[in-house]
Protein backbone atom coordinates (compact mmCIF):
# COMPACT_ATOMS: atom_id res chain seq x y z
CA UNK A 1 0.00 0.00 0.00
CA UNK A 2 1.17 3.57 -0.68
CA UNK A 3 1.35 6.37 1.95
CA UNK A 4 -1.65 7.98 0.73
CA UNK A 5 -3.91 4.72 1.59
CA UNK A 6 -1.63 4.40 5.00
CA UNK A 7 -2.52 7.88 6.31
CA UNK A 8 -6.23 7.52 4.85
CA UNK A 9 -6.70 4.00 6.62
CA UNK A 10 -4.91 6.05 9.60
CA UNK A 11 -7.80 8.77 9.81
CA UNK A 12 -10.63 6.19 9.40
CA UNK A 13 -9.66 4.46 12.32
CA UNK A 14 -8.71 7.91 14.21
CA UNK A 15 -12.28 8.81 13.04
CA UNK A 16 -13.91 5.97 14.44
CA UNK A 17 -12.01 5.80 17.49
CA UNK A 18 -14.24 9.64 18.15
CA UNK A 19 -17.07 7.65 17.48
CA UNK A 20 -16.45 4.73 20.03
CA UNK A 21 -15.55 7.07 22.84
CA UNK A 22 -18.95 9.37 22.11
CA UNK A 23 -20.33 6.18 22.22
CA UNK A 24 -18.62 5.31 25.63
CA UNK A 25 -19.10 8.60 27.30
CA UNK A 26 -23.01 8.28 26.66
CA UNK A 27 -23.22 4.75 27.90
CA UNK A 28 -21.39 6.00 31.26
CA UNK A 29 -23.93 9.12 31.47
CA UNK A 30 -26.28 6.16 30.89
CA UNK A 31 -24.71 3.83 33.83
CA UNK A 32 -24.86 7.32 36.08
CA UNK A 33 -28.86 7.57 35.76
CA UNK A 34 -29.51 3.59 36.17
CA UNK A 35 -27.59 3.92 39.59
CA UNK A 36 -29.57 6.88 40.72
CA UNK A 37 -32.60 4.51 40.10
CA UNK A 38 -30.82 1.89 41.62
CA UNK A 39 -30.07 4.11 44.73
CA UNK A 40 -33.76 5.66 44.51
CA UNK A 41 -35.44 1.65 44.78
CA UNK A 42 -33.30 0.98 47.42
CA UNK A 43 -34.25 3.21 49.63
CA UNK A 44 -37.46 2.96 49.27
CA UNK A 45 -37.37 -0.77 50.14
CA UNK A 46 -34.83 -0.10 53.00
CA UNK A 47 -37.40 2.77 54.20
CA UNK A 48 -40.55 1.29 53.31
CA UNK A 49 -41.89 3.90 51.89
CA UNK A 50 -41.40 6.22 48.54
CA UNK A 51 -38.23 9.00 49.22
CA UNK A 52 -38.67 11.95 48.19
CA UNK A 53 -37.35 13.48 44.48
CA UNK A 54 -34.39 15.31 44.72
CA UNK A 55 -34.46 18.46 41.81
CA UNK A 56 -32.78 17.23 38.80
CA UNK A 57 -30.58 18.34 36.00
CA UNK A 58 -32.32 19.64 32.96
CA UNK A 59 -32.68 16.41 30.91
CA UNK A 60 -30.40 18.26 28.31
CA UNK A 61 -27.20 18.44 30.46
CA UNK A 62 -27.62 14.68 32.07
CA UNK A 63 -28.42 13.00 28.76
CA UNK A 64 -27.23 15.02 25.87
Partial sequence: RGAAALEQTREVLRAH???VRES???WERA??????KIAFYTRWI???ERPRKK???PAKSRME
Fill in 17 to 19: RRR
Fill in 55 to 57: ASA
Fill in 31 to 36: LVLIDE
Fill in 24 to 26: IAQ
Fill in 46 to 48: DEG
